[in-house]
């Protein structure tokens, strides 16, 4: 079945430093993947999404690059803020429901 | 716009005692689910509805938890007896079905519940 795989937390980071988070996947056909984040005491909330290879998701300073032959979709970002300090769920949609990793939880401290 | 509204936002409640959680999609989204969100396990689908009728309940824990959609802009989810296991943040999120599903679900803030 489907399923997603990502890096395990906690990460803390200093302001402005760079972020990578990795998710891998494996599913059958073509999914589209995406990344979710949810600030403390809030729900999910899409940050940003690819429907197919090679496509790139951004949003808010965040990248991330469908790549097929590595089946990843990795999540990177050029300068952290405090603010960005939240849990990140890597996500793929093929045909049935969205299914998302465990979440790795960020920690930007200035 | 409202968004997908959840309550109670907390709940805490004595082990046997039945807990109904309800949640309100977005006006004019036909899909609706019911997560289970744990420190252990992460982010679990329980049971999902399009159009107000259960698509997928493979999973729900066991036989104590059940859900509803009586229409289109409500929904429950009953544990009953409940169970200290039980004890975690039920979120519920709401989307266009079929071809207009992006794929994008929308979250409610969630219902903190726990069982003593």
């Known amino acids: 079945g489907n399923s997603v795989t990502q890096m395990e937390g906690p990460v803390t980071l200093s302001e402005e430093a760079f972020l990578t988070i990795n998710c891998t996947y494996t599913?059958?056909?073509?999914?589209?993947l995406f990344w979710y984040v949810q600030y403390p005491g809030e729900g999910l909330q899409l940050l940003l999404k690819?429907?197919?290879?090679?496509d790139k998701g951004s949003n808010k300073g965040f990248e991330a690059t469908y790549r097929k032959e590595t089946t990843s979709f990795h999540l990177e970002k050029g300068s952290v803020q405090v603010s960005d300090s939240a849990v990140y769920f890597c996500?793929?949609?093929?045909?049935?429901?969205?299914?998302f990793g465990k979440g790795t939880r960020l920690s930007v401290i200035a | 716009d409202a968004g997908v509204i959840q309550s109670p936002r907390h709940e805490v409640t004595e082990m046997g005692q039945e807990v109904t959680l309800r949640c309100k999609p977005i006006?004019?989204?036909?899909?609706l689910f019911w997560y289970r969100q744990t420190m252990m396990r992460g982010l679990e689908l329980l049971i999902y509805?399009?159009?107000?009728?259960?698509?997928?309940d493979s999973g729900m824990p066991e036989d104590r938890f059940s859900a509803k959609m009586p229409n289109a802009s409500f929904s429950t989810l009953k544990i009953q007896p409940s169970e200290p296991r039980d004890s975690a943040v039920y979120f519920c999120?709401?989307?266009?079905?079929?071809?207009?599903?992006?794929?994008?679900?929308?979250f409610g803030e969630g219902s903190r519940l726990t069982v003593l």
């Open positions: 999120a709401s989307s266009l079905a079929g071809l207009a599903n992006t794929g994008e679900l929308f």
């Open positions: 599913a059958t056909g073509y999914p589209s």
């Open positions: 690819a429907t197919k290879a090679d």
């Open positions: 996500a793929l949609k093929g045909n049935t429901p969205l299914v």
């Open positions: 006006s004019g989204h036909n899909s």
């Open positions: 509805f399009n159009n107000n009728v259960p698509i997928d």
